[in-house]
């Protein structure tokens, strides 16, 4: 009995501490284990959490706020999101679709799309929170609300770097892989003397009543800060916009992060000389002052200037320079010699202003990483933004990845990813490999069925549609036959065996990636789009680009690669002029020169026959094209008259082949006709 008696109650206590360990439950001691840890719960967060629930993996998404999207409920402070919600595109291809929803996440419920909470062009800011809670509510996805995570250390896992998340409870999260999707929230900031005088564009009134018959400088030329200057503009007596860079149009530049028109009326009041206006200059440079009194008392304005605010001093844009002591406080008081108007009587600042509003985005919130837990500054975007690598993995942070717009330094600047696309997707195919040894999903096919698939690649694809020049299709080329890759990030195309699980042959690679041109042209002068298929290599707008390499691309070659180009010089490379409709599809200008660009880089006859033709070729041949070999001579092929199908279907020459898939049915998944499109006299 004695010996019974300790034994039971050292069972009940280790029966007590497995199961504190694994309850969740908020305690000083507490902790859990999961295999993947997701900090945070905004679009990036959900859409990996719903990959890794599809492959029944062990995760958890943890989210500081009682509900998902918290940061779509602050921003944008005027309540209109720049992300487009078009739902009716003339298609009920849902791959298509997905090229212009730029707010619906992927799942493999067609019905969870975000037009079934709002059918406008550019939403509202509620709206999203929402459709991201009936995402998690009609998946049952794994999200621990309230778990506001304040400190990530690394930590030892079976001899491999893991990471533990402590929250505000003292509750400790275990991983052996850490997703951050937090997201950029902490509003960037320049220091410079007077800036405790500026508001911040996270806690300005929306309210454009608060803002009549006042002058406002906003520090900013981006979307928020246009955003603010729409907002007011029919209230303020004047807006002004000052910022380092001038404007940067997204119509002009193809970048979605600059500023759009659905946010640019000022640019009309500024140009028709309506009193708004931009102007650049470092923000390092400037000081935001009160004016003191002169001679015990306010200089005042001219009889025509703006009458100040009620009950507030008005505020002057100066140049420290100027200040006689530059080592003074925040606030900084001068006289009229202090003021640029001073000295230079037409200084575009001269006048006073009742309010200055800062709009210069947001960063990335480092804080929370401990030493070795924390991703370096990326070298762009002024430091804004963690560190990572062309496969989204924080540069020394093993394990740790980086997703959603916070993994935006990999295209600053040149493509989407500040926005809900596909990258994620890619992301989970290379954790799968790396922690899974799952290879990355390739569709094997003929050669002769190649033309087509890249056809329906280029027509239909939404991922490097939109992420264009950092996703890509990779064709591994095995002789006879290819793997096709959809959506591999191309700036990792160095680690492709690796991170992809599929190796490399002699024969060597294709890689389909849409991009824009690269000659500066006037996006809406004349001759600005080029329609001779001969010319191809002249578009500017969005077309689709084919790579060809002998071999596999090096880490020198991709630092090398010409400025611009997303990757280096191929072997060989084909242009598919861009076409208004952005549809590649036709006989002349698009099938037929990718034909002979394929032919060429395989050394082989891709031309397509019907079965009588490939009867007789066979006949007149000792080697028939490569389509009647692998169609027609294996019992295969398209015949173009029902009698003779019905004949071969009787006589059994058409039965059905036991190896690769056929290529009518093929077909049938590819969408697109081998045949029909394709003049062979040419």
């Not at 605010?309 to 080592?327: A, F, P, R, V």
Request: aromatic share 10%; charged share 20%; glycine share 8%.
């Amino acid at each position: 009995m004695s010996v019974i008696q300790p034994l039971s109650r050292l069972l009940y206590v280790l029966s007590l501490v497995l199961s504190g360990s694994g309850s969740g439950l908020h305690g000083r001691n507490n902790s859990v284990s999961h295999e993947y840890c997701v900090l945070g719960a905004g679009p990036a967060g959900l859409q990996m959490g719903y990959f890794l629930s599809r492959s029944q993996r062990d995760y958890i998404i943890l989210e500081r706020n009682t509900g998902p999207g918290s940061f779509f409920h602050i921003y944008p402070r005027h309540r209109k999101l720049i992300s487009i919600n078009k739902i009716y595109t003339g298609r009920r291809n849902k791959e298509f679709n997905l090229r212009h929803d730029w707010n619906s996440l992927l799942s493999d419920r067609p019905d969870l799309l975000f037009q079934r909470i709002s059918q406008e062009l550019y939403p509202s800011a509620d709206d999203f929170p929402r459709y991201l809670s009936m995402f998690v509510k009609e998946l049952g996805l794994k999200v621990k609300y309230g778990a506001d995570i304040g400190r990530i250390k690394t930590s030892d896992l079976n001899e491999n770097q893991g990471y533990v998340l402590t929250d505000q409870n003292g509750v400790s999260y275990q991983c052996s892989v850490l997703l951050v999707s937090t997201g950029l929230w902490v509003p960037q900031q320049v220091g410079f003397l007077g800036s405790d005088l500026v508001e911040g564009y996270e806690s300005i009134p929306t309210d454009p009543e608060e803002f009549k018959d006042q002058a406002v400088l906003i520090l900013g030329k981006g979307n928020s800060a246009f955003e603010t200057a729409q907002s007011i503009l029919g209230r303020a007596s004047r807006i002004h916009l000052y910022s380092p860079s001038p404007v940067r149009l997204a119509w002009q530049t193809h970048y979605v992060g600059d500023l759009r028109a659905v946010n640019n009326e000022l640019l009309d009041t500024y140009q028709l000389k309506s009193l708004d206006g931009l102007v650049e200059g470092r923000l390092e440079d400037i000081a935001i002052v009160h004016k003191e009194k002169d001679g015990g008392k306010r200089r005042t304005a001219k009889k025509n200037s703006q009458t100040p605010t009620e009950g507030k001093e008005q505020l002057y844009l100066t140049l420290t320079e100027l200040l006689d002591d530059q080592n003074g406080n925040n606030i900084s008081k001068v006289t009229g010699q202090n003021l640029p108007g001073y000295h230079t009587d037409n200084f575009s600042f001269r006048q006073p202003y009742d309010r200055v509003i800062r709009c210069l985005g947001f960063r990335f919130n480092f804080s929370i990483f401990d030493g070795s837990a924390r991703p370096p500054q990326s070298s762009g975007a002024r430091g804004r933004l963690p560190g990572i690598t062309a496969w989204y993995e924080g540069r020394g942070t093993p394990n740790m990845f980086v997703l959603g717009t916070a993994a935006h330094s990999r295209d600053y600047r040149m493509s989407a990813g500040g926005f809900v696309h596909g990258f994620l997707r890619a992301v989970h195919k290379i954790l799968e490999q790396r922690y899974h040894n799952i290879a990355w999903l390739a569709t094997k096919l003929s050669i002769s069925q190649l033309q087509s698939w890249i056809l329906r690649r280029v027509n239909e694809a939404s991922g490097p549609y939109q992420m264009f020049g950092v996703l890509g299709d990779i064709i591994l080329l095995r002789g006879s036959y290819c793997e096709y890759l959809e959506e591999f990030p191309l700036q990792a195309l160095p680690q492709l065996s690796a991170l992809s699980g599929r190796p490399l042959s002699d024969h060597g690679l294709l890689v389909l990636v849409m991009q824009y041109g690269l000659n500066q042209t006037d996006t809406l002068g004349p001759g600005r789009a080029e329609s001779e298929w001969t010319k191809a290599w002249r578009s500017n707008f969005l077309h689709p680009v084919l790579y060809y390499y002998n071999t596999l691309p090096t880490e020198k070659d991709m630092k090398q690669r010409p400025v611009s180009w997303p990757l280096p010089r191929p072997e060989a490379v084909h242009h598919m002029v861009e076409d208004f409709l952005t549809e590649w599809d036709q006989p002349i200008s698009h099938s037929q020169p990718l034909r002979r660009f394929l032919e060429h880089c395989l050394q082989t006859d891709l031309r397509a026959f019907y079965a009588e033709s490939c009867f007789l070729l066979s006949l007149t041949s000792r080697t028939p094209p490569l389509f009647c070999r692998q169609g027609y001579l294996r019992k295969q092929g398209i015949v173009g008259n029902s009698h003779l199908w019905q004949h071969a279907r009787e006589a059994g020459l058409m039965a059905d082949h036991q190896g690769d898939t056929s290529v009518s049915e093929y077909l049938k998944h590819a969408g697109a006709a081998v045949v029909s499109t394709m003049n062979f006299d040419l």
